[in-house]
């Protein structure tokens, strides 16, 4: 998070009737452009109407609800205080980060940190009136040209760093490594099972079926990929008797 002068607002906020989330078509790069003749999307997998652009941020929301309703070890999530958003990746290269879980709160849910005697507040986010306490981040079109399982593995690897008390705040393992554990091998091997439970139960093949298309048959079917471009989050120093009030 970046750290900017007091002029920064506090607050950004949307309103989807008035003023929505500002959609951005997420461009190819080189080989991305075109598919190869036999591989377009086949026909009988439901990511919408092929005339309208495909909307990433949406169909992965829809999926996230279903994913957090039917986990356990997910059920803490209000996905509707999650704000879905895409990034565009640097290079056309497949590996390198997939997507990220930005936090809007301090550890244990805090709205102030002090450093070197001065009060820091995590810029804040709202929609139609609700706080937002997290923001996921989809590197696209990287994420989207992984394989069906990995896709997977990722939306639960996410959704997993979200902290059990849902306040804003990461969750946190013991030890040195709090974010991903000790291993990140066994972290995965977690994530995979999880994904293997959530798929061998009765659920709604058509929420996942976006995620067996990469970019480029999406792109060639719908025209377009759209997603929310999501501003960084900024520290904002606050006055003393202003912090006093948000702690």
Same mark, same amino acid.
Do not use: K
């Given at each position: 998070m970046r750290t900017r002068s007091r002029t920064t607002p506090l607050i950004l906020e949307w309103q989807q009737a008035t003023y929505p989330l500002p959609r951005h078509a997420v461009a190819a790069r080189g080989r991305e452009t075109a598919l190869p003749f036999g591989f377009s999307a086949p026909p009988y997998l439901a990511t919408g109407p092929a005339d309208q652009p495909?909307?990433?941020c949406g169909h992965v929301e829809r999926l996230c609800q279903a994913i957090v !309703?039917?986990?356990?070890? *997910?059920r803490n999530i209000?996905? !509707?205080r999650v704000l879905f958003a895409v990034n565009k990746a640097r290079n056309g290269r497949v590996h390198g980060l997939q997507a990220r879980v930005t936090p809007l709160r301090f550890r244990g849910?805090? *709205?102030?940190?002090? /450093?070197r005697g001065i009060d820091y507040q995590v810029q804040r986010f709202r929609v139609d009136g609700r706080?937002?306490?997290?923001?996921m981040t989809f590197c696209l079109p990287r994420f989207l040209n992984q394989g069906f399982d990995q896709k997977f593995i990722?939306?639960? /690897?996410?959704?997993f760093h979200i902290g059990p008390n849902f306040d804003g705040d990461l969750r946190?393992?013991?030890g040195r490594y709090q974010v991903h554990t000790h291993s990140k091998k066994h972290y995965d091997e977690q994530m995979a099972r999880f994904a293997r439970e959530y798929l061998n139960g009765p659920i709604d093949p058509d929420l996942h079926a976006f995620l067996r298309l990469n970019f480029a048959q999406l792109r060639e079917k719908h025209g377009e990929v759209v997603g929310f471009v999501a501003p960084r989050p900024k520290l904002l120093p606050m006055l003393r008797e202003n912090a006093a009030r948000a702690r």
């Open positions: 495909f909307d990433f !309703s039917r986990c356990d070890e *997910l209000d996905v !509707s849910g805090e *709205l102030v940190r002090q /450093h706080e937002i306490l997290y923001i990722t939306l639960f /690897h996410e959704l946190r393992h013991h």
